[in-house]
């Protein structure tokens, strides 16, 4: 065998092993490391209600004064008691709380649906306070409506200081104004 085929075959031989080294220690990082599963309360765009952060999503550290803003929001459109609200709003979700761990992963990149969790959530606050699903529905629809919109709001300042520094084009801004206020994208 020549040294050429040698050097070759040591070479090839080299870059198997160091690919299957890699294969490994990507697997094995693979099912040590918990992949996050999006649940109705948690991920859904547009319906965290139930998870006390409002109708887009939000920081788990913000709870408390966010989530009582929340329900003495929906309290107000709805008019019933604040109290009863934040009740039922823990009912739901304690109701619809994952299993740790999951049952069944969902698959990459996989949401639930946002619309059945719409439903759902206002089904059950219906049902928990007495009111018509329907009137549930329309307040649940304006508070995700004024939310989406104080947050394009929100957006515009940064945005125009995008533009103005060249970040972005104009264009480039108003897709974005009009995915915040759509509820495509979310966040604070």
């Known amino acids: ?28 990082s693979a099912t040590t490391t918990p992949t996050p599963t999006p649940t109705p309360s948690s991920s859904a765009p547009g319906n965290n209600f139930a998870d006390g952060h409002g109708m887009r ?7 408390g004064a966010e989530s009582g803003a929340r329900a003495k929001e929906l309290a107000a459109k709805l008019g019933v008691d604040e ?37 759902a959530l206002a089904a059950s606050l219906a049902k928990s306070l007495g009111i018509d699903e329907a009137r549930v529905t329309a307040a649940l629809a304006e508070l995700r409506t004024a939310e989406q919109t104080k947050h394009a709001a929100a957006l515009k300042p940064r945005l125009d200081q995008a533009v103005k520094d060249g970040t972005l084009t104009q264009a480039e801004a108003d897709a974005v104004t009009k995915a915040a206020e759509k509820g495509v994208i979310g966040g604070h």
């Open 1 to 28: 065998m020549s040294r050429t085929t040698k050097i070759a075959l040591g070479v090839g031989a080299a870059a198997v092993a160091l690919g299957a080294g890699l294969g490994v220690a990507g697997m094995a």
């Open 57 to 63: 999503g939000g920081h788990r550290g913000h709870g």
């Open 83 to 119: 109290a009863k609200v934040t009740e039922a709003l823990k009912t739901f979700r304690e109701a619809n709380r994952p299993t740790s761990p999951p049952a069944t992963p969902p698959a990459a990149g996989q949401k639930p649906d946002r619309a059945a969790v719409e439903k």
